[in-house]
């Protein structure tokens, strides 16, 4: 296992240590415990507050995305491990404006428990909560079943929108809705080029034999829809876009947003080769593609592999996408 | 060979395509040869202009450091190769404001005989440029030889300093003063875990075994100075550290910009590990970091590992890393 850490079981804690270090201006731990980070100058009076969090290892996912116009606070768990109830709760209280607070995180079981626990504590404390899961894994349920369907890269359209609404004044009801529509409109599939090694584990959290790739994989190594012999860029993202395309009904004269993201050690180079048939294929459909994302959003630690989320635009969503944001690990002006 | 490219032989002109379709609005291709880039409203009149170059494979160097408050303009080789020294004069025309160009660009061999010729062509149409090379690479070469020094991700700094001078309307002579000024006082070391593999070739660049890391490395794998048992992040961080902070002969009351920087493959958790410890060496010595920039700012495709670079700060210095620039890549606002 090469990996540039220290002790294994300190490692998160080292890291979020790092990330206060180098962004005191715009990060702060509201308490004693490091694991919970609210923007610098939360809570924001009278504004919605929205808490995400879950497992660590997907940087800039998710505590990459608290600050102006994002998220407002986040819970950290280990590796690939939810928060707790208490910690998502302590996030709740340190950015709680008065005006409600929305949880927007993944949908994953340990994260839903504990999100649904810290609800029930807040309630008790008379500050309101919604949730809004992040669902975009075309690959991980069909569309029937879309709320049963893993979060990954596409939940970052969701926090845009969101913390969009959330900064300009929206009521929580507002905000939820807004990020869920984002959510209904956003599909994502990833391809998997070779495993996550864990710290604490020190071993590869799944095999995947030499030349071959995994489609439709989740971003802790979740199995996908097809397992073959690794193909071209181009088929990779005739594959992922796709099934995407076909989910969110797109055609001719819809305005979408792309998302090309690295899962963490594919080159940014080989992202751009990606983009570049992405951007073919919604040309050939007839489908505008009016803001794009190229680089890590969301990653599995060292996990060579890429994903395409695709967002259908409308007037209003265009707009926040467009909306100033200001976070260590994503800025938009 | 694991990569999400098609044929090898298209990677780069594929990839520049890419660029191009995702960023219309920041770069342009000024002619046919999209191996030339520059800046969208290139050339600026009466603006010093500054032309980069290297070989492919770096992202985002060196076309990622194109845009306002930046880099004018660059010429793209292929992987690990210079650009031809007719695509360097390509990019000098076409950045031409009619205040002399700046070529300022990493120390190797190929680059700095393609960057001299194209200075040779420039002169002849009566454009006026100088040369400031990109030195930082402290493990390889002593200080006596500073000059023969490899560039590495420290030219960062030089192109963000130069940058700014150049759009506040500096001359040819100051923005080349600036950008040297910057080399000077920039320090790099990197360490490097596994090998890079060349699109065309399919086969690593070198061999590093199971649980050995190499100090010293450089962006295309050239030999460091120490090669042995991968070591504990903070063990990694002083040895990486440590020395750039003798070359450059900082003092308690210095001040300093630092920038870990991931080679490719490593997780950013863990270089906000080693910034953790970084900001401990600075604090332990009395030296102030006033700026930090942590992510990938020079790849090596990719290859796990990551360098730090520190930038010793003056007043000007400091106010021109904190001027606003934009690129695809990076922005200062």
Chains 1, 2 share one sequence.
Do not use: W
């Not at 490091?34 to 660590?56: C, E, H, K, M």
């Amino acid at each position: 296992m090469k990996k540039i850490i220290n002790d294994p079981d300190r490692f998160v804690d080292e890291f979020i240590e790092g990330i206060l270090l180098a962004h005191p201006d715009k990060l702060k731990a509201p308490g004693d415990d490091n694991r919970i980070l609210v923007r610098a100058d939360a809570p924001v009076a009278g504004r919605v507050g929205i808490v995400t969090g879950g497992g660590s290892g997907h940087l800039p996912l998710f505590k990459g995305y608290v600050g102006t116009g994002l998220c407002s606070g986040v819970a950290i768990g280990n590796v690939f491990s939810s928060p707790s109830s208490e910690q998502v709760f302590e996030a709740t209280k340190a950015v709680n404006g008065g005006a409600g607070v929305l949880y927007l995180y993944g949908n994953y079981g340990g994260d839903v428990l504990n999100f649904d626990l810290a609800a029930d504590m807040a309630e008790l404390e008379d500050i309101e909560t919604k949730t809004v899961l992040g669902t975009d894994d075309v690959a991980s349920q069909p569309k029937e079943r879309k709320s049963d369907r893993r979060g990954v890269a596409g939940i970052f359209f969701a926090y845009k929108c969101a913390g969009a609404a959330a900064e300009r004044g929206d009521s929580l009801d507002e905000v939820a809705a807004i990020a869920q529509a984002a959510v209904d409109n956003t599909g994502t599939m990833g391809i998997g080029l070779s495993p996550t090694i864990l710290p604490a584990a020190g071993k590869p959290t799944f095999e995947l034999p030499d030349g071959e790739m995994e489609i439709g994989i989740g971003i802790h190594g979740e199995p996908g829809i097809h397992r073959g012999a690794l193909e071209s860029a181009d088929e990779i993202a005739d594959r992922l876009t796709g099934p995407i395309f076909e989910d969110l009904g797109l055609a001719s004269g819809d305005r979408v947003a792309v998302l090309v993201n690295g899962l963490g050690a594919t080159p940014l180079e080989e992202l751009y080769v990606l983009y570049r048939r992405v951007a073919q294929i919604a040309a050939d459909a007839g489908v505008t593609i009016e803001k794009n994302y190229v680089g890590e959003y969301a990653t599995s630690l060292e996990m060579a592999g890429a994903s395409i989320s695709v967002l259908k635009l409308d007037d209003e969503r265009l707009a926040l996408l467009n909306a100033p944001a200001d976070s260590p690990f994503f800025r938009e002006v």
